[in-house]
């Protein structure tokens, strides 16, 4: 099974993109994450991602994100909960360190698959 970050965005318009994502795919969502990191200046800052059942064939597992462009409080993040908890589900919150403390993005993103795995959010590497 191949599992990877998908990146829509930093979370303006693509928000709705990832809320349409979760609708139009309610059967194979499996949880919404909420990422917490901190700016260099101290500046809390949101990630919203969703990850879904891996497709029948390929065994592909998608997880798409907006990536620290939410503030704390806003309301783009309470569209996204809403979204998350009409289909029964309640977004998992996690503190991570920000994108910038990693020499690359995809270290950053192996990282978080790293801890969805280690909760048992996603499923092990096969």
């Not at 592909?60 to 462009?69: A, K, Q, S, T």
Request: aromatic share 12%; charged share 20%.
């Amino acid at each position: 099974m191949i599992q990877r970050f998908i990146e829509l965005g930093e979370g303006y318009g693509d928000l709705y993109e990832l809320r349409e994502l979760i609708t139009t795919n309610s059967n194979r969502f499996k949880h919404g994450f909420i990422f917490v990191s901190l700016t260099k200046g101290g500046q809390p800052v949101l990630s919203v991602a969703a990850a879904f059942e891996p497709a029948e064939e390929g065994g592909f597992m998608p997880i798409y994100i907006c990536r620290e462009g939410i503030p704390e409080n806003s309301k783009r993040l309470g569209l996204f909960e809403e979204t998350v908890k009409q289909l029964g589900h309640q977004p998992i919150k996690m503190d991570v360190k920000h994108s910038s403390a990693y020499a690359e993005k995809k270290f950053y993103f192996s990282h978080l698959i790293a801890i969805l795995r280690l909760n048992h959010y996603i499923p092990p590497m096969q």
